[in-house]
């Protein structure tokens, strides 16, 4: 099964397993999974980075996604290959002699996603290749609105509206009772709550408990009542909420939450 998601923007982690560099780890940011793997597969030439040209081949064994933007994504994949230059991670020891570089990267990512402001994002973090797979240690559990996933991912290409018109006719927020463009819109994803919103106006409505913070993590759905998870509302938006009900076990584009740091 390959789920698709729209605005998909992603931090990966590829394994060498040519017998010469076998064990060796790239970190890399993609928009498209399939197609970077298979570029960094053919070599620079192709596009392809220079670590993993003549090095392959590799296989991409984890990825985390659902980045709000290209910024926030490449903001985690730097923090990822440089855990010992970014303030946010100075917890975080250096690699033992008894650790793997896979398990290394593992306990750093791990780390980042208990850590601010990465541990508020609506991320996922999915096991391409099973046979790699690793748990989190008890200390590193992740906050429960990012799951585990496991399965292939592809970028899905948005579709272009039919008309304007019928987007006028059918979208209107729920909180300030304006029109909404659907890149703008949230809706609940309880069957019998047709509730719709500016992403803007639900992420205010949620945070009016939390007001020190940027993101919220989880509110009332303000038409059916009903807890839900901000992440969980991202996911059904960009068509991957239905993989993680199955599935769950625990460019550039401006955003306001890329003025986050690392």
């Known amino acids: 099964m390959v789920v698709e998601v729209?605005?998909?923007?992603?931090?990966?982690?590829?394994?060498?397993?040519?017998?010469?560099?076998q064990g060796r780890i790239y970190i890399g940011f993609t928009v498209n999974p399939e197609r970077r793997i298979g570029q960094h597969n053919a070599g620079r030439h192709r596009g392809g980075a220079k670590r993993t040209s003549g090095r392959g081949p590799w296989e991409m064994v984890?990825?985390?996604?659902?980045?709000?933007?290209?910024?926030?994504a490449l903001r985690f994949e730097w923090a990822w290959q440089h855990p010992h230059s970014s303030r946010r991670l100075s917890h975080v020891s250096r690699r033992s002699r008894k650790e793997s570089s896979l398990q290394f990267h593992w306990r750093v990512v791990s780390n980042m996603l208990k850590t601010a402001p990465?541990?508020?994002?609506?991320?996922?973090?999915?096991?391409?290749?099973?046979?790699?797979r690793m748990d989190f240690e008890p200390s590193l559990q992740p906050p429960l609105h990012i799951p585990v996933a496991f399965g292939s991912v592809r970028a899905k290409k948005?579709?272009?509206?039919?008309s304007a018109g019928e987007e006028e006719e059918t979208s209107r927020c729920f909180l300030c009772r304006r029109l909404v463009e659907v890149s703008e819109k949230l809706s609940c994803f309880h069957s019998s709550c047709r509730m719709s919103s500016h992403m803007i106006c639900l992420a205010k409505h949620f945070l009016k408990s939390e007001p020190t913070n940027l993101l919220p993590v989880e509110g009332q759905c303000p038409a059916c009542h009903h807890s839900v998870l901000w992440g969980n509302l991202i996911r059904h938006k960009h068509g991957c909420f239905g993989d993680l009900e199955e599935f769950t076990l625990s460019a550039s584009q401006s955003h306001w939450t890329d003025e986050l740091q690392m």
Not at 62 to 72: K, R, T, V
Request: glycine share 4%.
């Open 6 to 21: 729209e605005s998909f923007f992603g931090v990966y982690m590829l394994y060498c397993i040519n017998p010469k560099f």
């Open 62 to 72: 984890l990825i985390i996604h659902g980045f709000p933007s290209d910024i926030a």
């Open 118 to 132: 990465w541990n508020r994002l609506p991320l996922t973090a999915r096991w391409l290749k099973q046979e790699y």
């Open 158 to 162: 948005k579709l272009a509206l039919q």
